[in-house]
């Protein structure tokens, strides 16, 4: 399949981006004791330094989504199609469930399973797998539905501890949910919120066929009717977002707090402006060439490998941090403290975004020799799989 550099650039940014939320994770000085949104705590720079990257799971989803489009339309048959997303889905979730969980945790025993980004996409892949025989447009629809309505699901009644209630709170909201052997699942990316995204990639993966000035006109207009779209419902207040926005003695509190959205699930006004933003970011990527796109595209063609292996780096230089400020191995918080010592280690904010720099800068190299070792190695089917 041919790539469309666009979706590669676009994508490469998101994962950039990214890189820079994980640092803040583990190893900001105060990422476990303060919150970058809370109003009440946070600094702009360090709010910013959060909602920036609030740009990425919602692309890397959408243009999952795009490109299941583009792998459907070019298969001989739905069999295929069907088959390679459900492996595909089933291997994602898999990794989410190991590598990345003990990426995040540090548990060996894998006591705490995290169901995120990786995971979620995996269970589009196989919804979509089985949706195949309906048509893209109509699953586009279905998708648009999901994201404008499930904000609505909370104020539905449901008798508490009831079997549909316990069913239903973790596909739509985060949950921690016991499982036998002392092991808690974690789902921090409830499915049906995200499906709406990939859905909504879907549905709309025909305009990436399309003539690219045809496709430039209608992502800037998209682009554009999201982002009003976002303006218009949240300064009505009334839905779209669990947490209204409220007004500050600081207008620029005022700016953050209408500016400061839900993630977990992702809602409705969260979606606008961060999928509004990737529709802009499609367009003037579309055609465009200097040394940023060029780069980008490098990360862009190797999302689920830069992923990897920039989780397993963070990890590596955290431990040297660790050690170097007089902590031990055994003051490790295994599991829900994101495998870190005590709230005082860390680096000030500044040091954040040199150490997110090296990182990308490291990987560079990397993403290009496994780019090129995946497009010079077509015959090896196992490497679609990372």
Not at 123 to 148: D, E, W
Not at 245 to 266: D, E, I, Q, V
Not at 286 to 304: C, D, H, Q, R, S
Request: proline letters at 6%.
């Amino acid at each position: 399949m041919k790539r469309i550099h666009s979706i590669d650039i676009t994508r490469g940014l998101a994962m950039i981006i990214m890189a820079l939320d994980h640092t803040r994770d583990l190893m900001h000085v105060n990422s476990i004791t303060q919150s970058p949104t809370d109003l009440a705590t946070t600094t702009p720079f360090l709010f910013f330094t959060r909602w920036i990257t609030h740009l990425c799971a919602p692309t890397f989803v959408f243009l999952s989504g795009v490109s299941a489009w583009l792998s459907f339309s070019k298969k001989a048959n739905i069999a295929t199609s069907r088959n390679f997303l459900l492996s595909r889905g089933l291997w994602l979730i898999i990794l989410e469930l190991t590598f990345i969980s003990f990426a995040i945790t540090l548990d060996f025993h894998l006591n705490v399973l995290l169901f995120q980004v990786i995971g979620t996409i995996g269970i589009g892949f196989i919804i979509l797998a089985l949706c195949l025989k309906i048509p893209a447009k109509i699953l586009g629809i279905v998708g648009l539905l999901i994201i404008f309505t499930h904000n609505a699901v909370p104020l539905v009644p449901f008798a508490e501890g009831s079997v549909i209630k316990a069913i239903l709170s973790p596909l739509f909201g985060p949950a921690a949910i016991p499982i036998p052997h002392g092991i808690t699942l974690v789902v921090g990316y409830p499915p049906i919120p995200w499906l709406g995204i990939m859905l909504a990639g879907f549905g709309i993966g025909y305009l990436f066929q399309m003539p690219v000035e045809y496709r430039k006109n209608i992502l800037l207009k998209i682009g554009i009717g999201a982002l009003l779209l976002f303006v218009i419902i949240r300064f009505m207040n009334i839905y779209g977002d669990p947490v209204p926005w409220s007004a500050h003695s600081s207008p620029l509190y005022t700016f953050l707090s209408f500016f400061n959205l839900t993630k977990y699930p992702p809602s409705l006004l969260f979606d606008l402006p961060t999928l509004g933003i990737m529709f802009l970011v499609l367009y003037f990527s579309e055609g465009t060439k200097n040394k940023l796109t060029t780069i980008a595209n490098v990360y862009g063609k190797v999302p689920l490998f830069y992923f990897l292996v920039h989780f397993y780096i963070l990890r590596i230089i955290m431990l040297v941090m660790m050690r170097i400020q007089g902590f031990k191995f055994s003051d490790l918080e295994i599991g829900f403290n994101l495998g870190r010592p005590k709230a005082t280690s860390g680096v000030p904010l500044f040091a954040i975004y040199l150490i997110w720099i090296a990182v990308v800068i490291i990987l560079y190299p990397v993403c290009k020799w496994y780019g090129n070792y995946k497009d010079s190695h077509p015959e090896k089917k196992w490497l679609r799989y990372l």
